[in-house]
């Protein structure tokens, strides 16, 4: 089975900006490619929300409260996703997680990385 490991992620100022990284292994390219990626995020109390997705044909999906901020992409070399964040809030204070769905079958999550910003 695939996995997902996450980087990045930690404390920041509001107006501060950091990225996320997802690494993925044990998945070849020609399923990685065809695949949609996503970030996801939950904040304490609330549901796991979509942040912003990437099909495999390169069209992006963002959720209103980070369009214009966040940035969803890929690296099929290197079987990387990221999320850039600019002008964080302290709304986004979340766990954030990546997910990759490979066309036709699997739904893989990574481990979740924390995003703290202070006002």
């Known amino acids: 089975q695939a996995q997902l490991v996450q980087s990045g992620g930690g404390l920041v100022q509001a107006g501060g900006s950091l990225r996320l990284s997802c690494k993925a292994s044990r998945i070849i390219t020609s399923v990685f490619n065809p695949s949609t990626m996503g970030w996801y995020r939950q904040a304490p109390g609330k549901q796991r929300e979509l942040v912003a997705s990437l099909a495999p044909g390169g069209v992006t999906n963002y959720a209103d409260f980070v369009k214009g901020r966040f940035a969803i992409s890929r690296d099929s070399s290197k079987k990387m996703v990221y999320l850039d964040m600019d002008n964080l809030e302290p709304d986004d204070t979340a766990v954030y997680f990546c997910?990759?769905?490979?066309?036709?079958?699997?739904?893989?999550w990574g481990q979740g990385t924390q995003v703290t910003v202070s006002s």
């Open positions: 997910r990759i769905q490979p066309r036709g079958a699997g739904d893989y």
